[in-house]
């Protein structure tokens, strides 16, 4: 039997991972949020887990206010001792304790200017040549393009991986975007973009939503689901993109979404520059994921989700 550590155990995926491995009769589970362990505090990591000798430790603790930490110093250091330095302490006990580690990324570690692909065998330099035919380019960012984020938040996350990098030997590190599922139950918890549109929807016969900022959403069950699969099928430790697929934007997820939730709300798209926020977001982060089998669609994953909800 593996004895599997989830950290973040309350929070929107961690309460999932906890659902997934605590199904399945070969793993004893040990889940523990903020009130069991602190990560970032290196002494309780050692200490704690270095006890509990587990070989596989899902870290599912994320500080998550994009803005907040982009205009409050205190906010940003608090995000860089979550995001950064714990992720590095969890690698090092992870790789004394012979340990597989599981990080989470996002995909806001890219700057948002995708590079353009050429279809294969063009040298590049045009754009008309009878490869570029009925060539449709996928724009986003594979496991190997160069993480350059736009914000404080993104910073973060990529200092995290990086101190994972250093300090581990065994890790996954799994970027994800837009996550959605049931709200967690930690203290934090937030509702997903899904839930406050549904509320928002309800109460208005109108809607702007922003037509920008393309990527995927993530169901959080699907990816509780990929992370076993991944430890499992003992797939080469490294970057991995874990994202629905069907890239969009906020505007068109919403239309998708009240249609079929059955809300009559009209939804108008606007520009970003409508909705002024202190972080910058990325105006393409879609994941490219070369490295597994594609996921499900996020409209399949959402309706399974609506329906969960009713
Ligand atoms: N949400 C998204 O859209 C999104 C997008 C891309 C990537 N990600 C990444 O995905 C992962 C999971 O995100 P999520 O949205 O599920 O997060 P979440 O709902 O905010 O859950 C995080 C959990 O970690 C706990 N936690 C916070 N600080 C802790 C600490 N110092 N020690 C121990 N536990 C602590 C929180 O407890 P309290 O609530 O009590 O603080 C909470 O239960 C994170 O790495 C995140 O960065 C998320």
New binding site residues.
Partial sequence: MQKVLI????????QELVNIFRGDKDYKVTAW??DK????DETQVKEKIGKLSPSVIIN???Y?AVDLCEKDKAEFEKAKK??SK?PGYLAKLAKKLDATLVH?????VFSGMPELPEPAGCGGACSSCSLHEGFVPQLGFDENAIAEPVQKYGKT?LMGEESVQRNGEKFYIIR????FGKP?K?????KSFFDVMLEVGKKNTEVKVVDEETSCFTY?PDLAKKTKEIIEANKPFGIYHVANEGACTWYEAVVELYRMAKIKTKVIPVSSDEFPRPAQRPYVSTLINTRLNPMRSYKLALREYLKNTK
């Fill in positions: 950290i973040g155990a309350k929070g929107m995926l961690g949020d903020f362990i602190d990560v970032t599912a603790t994320g998550n979550l995001n714990a989470y990324s996002t995909d806001y996350k994800l975007s837009k996550l967690a930690s203290k934090t918890a937030k959080a």
